[in-house]
């Protein structure tokens, strides 16, 4: 008898084929038959003509403190994700001693936008190795599979104290302290390493994260790693520093594949030809036998925000002293002329890689506070300014100071043009993933990348085939980060399953709610056309909510291909 039976779908299987009409069966967490099956099964769910796709695979998350408090992995299964990669860009809370547990979350809280009181309140602590924390994340038996990446900034912190933000040379003893941690990661399980040069990612205090402060060569020595051990996967969120020629070369010594995210790689408009450049040279690599992948992100790149926590302006020089003010402190910081002078300074020269480049357009007022203000909302600072007659620099600061900083923006940066994001999530040497899921929660929730691609570039705009969309999204992530009978619908493979309708599956706009330990909130966004999902099995979201179980059915990955 089998499990569970799916029967009338349009099956897609994950690899980019034609659907067919078909049943598909489940034993033991497994694809059992495709086909007209008729046999008995313990549950059998009409799928009425839906389409039937491996679930999907998920390689940029942060769910890596969310997991000891959340085993559902909310908003992700309700997204139709199935597999989740944590501890991306080097940030996470393994290894960690209980001296380190403070600076490793006040960390997290400024460089993933996380409120610092739910991380304090929720964090699970059972562990204190990166072999303990795989352990608990087994046993937490969270909802959909997860794998985990060693992190660069995590055991810089460890092996380097206080100085780990501060100081760039390692010394040999310390050198040797981080390839151990590194190498104890990869034995223990990780699907790999992964660091940041962004200087974007800078912790508490404004301080910068730690893997910003290292050496090339000390980064280098780290990968190198991966070479070593003959298995594993980089993953660098790079900036400007740390190039495509330089992955290049780190994958050529290592022979291991290296996936850049940066916003470089994003379309912006006061760089239009800029990001091809990257995919264009990560193409030539891969010929070369060097594997060098864009992560892609195919929404446009928005951030919601406020000046009590102006996230997405603190690589600006002028922010520097901002991330160390008390809120009380702040106003006459904003209304100083001196800091407004040295800010225009800032936007007058823009360093590469930042967020904000100046175009005022770009921000949108999204909420006030106060009714005399509600006349600006919808409208952007650009528009706002023009309307007033006023500096678009000066209206965007004082109006948050009439509203007591209440005022809520809405920065859509990166991504925000279809007809040139189009050639960029459609080449070879991107792979779509970038949501982020987990972290960010006080700016945005793109945790629901895959249901927009379907809905956006594959319905409404028909970039893609829905059997190409749906490959994007599965086999081609999976295959590529040596994440093994994944991704893919064929008898064999785990059962990894999204019941779907592809006439309106997509989300909702960001919704912001209060479900976090010690009542933080966050935003999430919700599906729409989802009718199932499965991990190994077992649905996980039934198109409504999560069923309670007694215990997920994800697995903790940590075999993975060569």
Not at 231 to 242: K, Q
Not at 516 to 527: E, F, V
Request: aromatic share 8%.
């Amino acid at each position: 008898m089998h499990d569970l039976v799916i029967s009338g779908a349009q099956v897609f299987d994950g690899l980019g084929n034609a659907p067919q009409s078909a049943d598909l069966a489940v034993k033991d967490g497994r694809i059992v038959a495709i086909g007209k099956i008729t046999d008995a099964a313990k549950e059998r769910v009409n799928a009425d003509g839906l389409a039937l796709a491996p679930g999907i695979v998920d390689l940029h998350t942060h769910y890596d403190a969310q997991v000891t408090w959340d085993p559902t992995l909310s908003p992700s299964p309700s997204l139709g994700v199935t597999t989740a990669v944590m501890g991306n860009c080097g940030f996470g809370i393994a290894p960690c001693p209980p001296a380190m547990r403070e600076t490793l979350l006040r960390n997290l809280s400024v460089v993933e936008g996380m409120e610092l009181d739910a991380l304090q309140a929720g964090t699970r602590w059972d562990f204190q190795s990166f072999r303990e924390f795989i352990g608990l994340v087994r046993k937490q038996r969270p909802y959909i599979n997860t794998a985990v990446f060693a992190q660069h900034s995590t055991i810089r912190s460890v092996v380097m104290g206080a100085e780990a933000s501060t100081r760039a040379e390692a010394t040999p003893a310390e050198m040797d302290a981080m390839k151990r941690a590194v190498r104890d990661a990869m034995d223990a399980g990780a699907i790999g390493f992964a660091s940041s040069f962004s200087p974007n990612h800078s912790g508490w205090g404004g301080l910068p994260m730690p893997s910003c402060m290292a050496t090339d060569a000390e980064l280098e020595s780290l990968v190198g790693v991966l070479g070593e051990v003959g298995h594993g996967v980089f993953m660098m969120a790079t900036g400007p520093r740390a190039t495509p020629q330089f992955m290049e070369g780190m994958a050529k010594k290592t022979k291991r594949p290296m996936f850049i995210s940066t916003a470089l790689t994003m379309y912006n408009e006061a760089a239009p030809e800029r990001a091809m450049t990257y995919y264009d040279y990560c193409a030539g690599a891969i010929a070369r036998g060097n594997e060098v992948y864009i992560q892609t992100t195919c929404q446009p790149l928005s951030f919601t925000f406020d000046l009590l926590d102006p996230y997405i302006l603190y690589s600006h020089d002028a922010f520097d002293r901002m991330r160390q003010c008390k809120p009380d402190e702040l106003p006459a910081v904003y209304g100083n002329a001196a800091f407004r002078a040295a800010f225009r300074a800032n936007l007058a020269k823009p360093k590469a890689g930042i967020i904000f480049y100046g175009n005022w357009d770009l921000i949108e007022i999204a909420a006030t506070t106060r009714s005399e203000n509600a006349k600006y909302e919808g409208k952007t600072v650009g528009s706002a300014a023009r309307e007033a007659g006023k500096d678009p620099l000066d209206l965007f600061f004082d109006l948050a100071l009439s509203d007591a900083l209440g005022t809520t923006y809405v920065g859509k940066f990166f991504q925000n043009n279809d007809m040139a994001v189009a050639p960029l999530i459609s080449h070879p040497a991107g792979v779509i993933t970038l949501s982020d899921a987990g972290a960010h929660l006080k700016f945005l929730c793109d945790a629901g990348f895959g249901l927009y691609l379907l809905g956006h570039w594959v319905r409404e705009q028909g970039v893609f085939s829905l059997q190409e969309g749906i490959r994007r999204l599965t086999s081609d992530p999976a295959k590529k980060y040596r994440i093994p009978d994944r991704g893919y619908l064929q008898v064999g493979a785990h059962a990894d399953l999204m019941l779907f309708d592809p006439q309106t599956v997509g989300i909702s706009k960001s919704i912001r709610v209060g479900d976090l330990p010690a009542g933080g909130s966050r935003l999430i966004r919700k599906p729409s056309g989802v009718k199932g999902v499965w991990v190994n099995g077992t649905q996980v979201f039934d198109g409504n909510d999560y069923p309670k179980l007694a215990a997920g059915p994800g697995q903790l990955l940590d075999r993975f291909l060569q």
